[in-house]
């Protein structure tokens, strides 16, 4: 019986031990300085490997990383007792993935350019975004503004790529 209920709180606390590491971005939200910004960072390599999959995947993921994300950082931000806490960075991964579908080519210049965008709106959060900020809570309250955050930013992108390549400007 003792066994039993051990293993049962070991599994009960390897779960809580996995949520709390997708939700702080693998422990890149641990950072103690611009933990956004740096899980921001690391979301790239990740959406790096998922340019690899056919779009129709890689919009599943995005759907799939939001939904597991909500249930995660809702048991997260319950936890720690912080909504929003800034320890967590799955956000960012998801907004900057969000962003990324925007960049024409993968180069290191839209890459950056797509980073520094979605990080001023993200920061910034101007309307609608810190509509969304300051009126869900939960999980989706704690996504929702980077998903917002992460579409406008891709807009921007594309359109600078459209405006860069009809402007025959090279970046």
């Given amino acids: 019986m003792i066994i039993l209920m051990y293993k049962k709180n070991f599994a009960k606390k390897s779960f809580r031990f996995f949520y709390y590491l997708v939700a702080i971005g693998f422990g890149s939200g641990l950072s103690p300085i611009i933990p956004g910004t740096i899980g921001s960072l690391c979301a790239i390599p990740l959406w790096w490997l998922m340019t690899f999959l056919s779009l129709k995947i890689y919009y599943l993921i ?3 990383s939001i939904c597991i994300g909500i249930y995660l950082c ?3 931000t319950n936890d720690i007792g912080i909504h929003d806490h800034p320890s967590i960075v799955w956000d960012e991964f998801i907004g900057m993935w969000i962003t990324l579908i925007g960049v024409p080519s993968i180069t290191w210049q839209w890459i950056l350019i797509g980073f520094v965008i979605f990080r001023i709106f993200d920061f910034w959060k101007p309307w609608p975004i810190y509509w969304f ?3 869900v ?3 989706m309250g704690v996504i929702i503004d980077d ?3 992460g579409t406008v930013s891709a807009i921007i ?3 600078l790529a ?3 390549m009809d402007n025959n400007i090279i970046i």
């Fill in 62 to 64: 995005i759907f799939l």
């Fill in 74 to 76: 809702h048991h997260t």
């Fill in 133 to 135: 900020d300051r009126n």
């Fill in 137 to 139: 809570h939960g999980g």
């Fill in 147 to 149: 998903i917002v955050a």
């Fill in 157 to 159: 992108l594309h359109g």
């Fill in 162 to 164: 459209y405006y860069s």
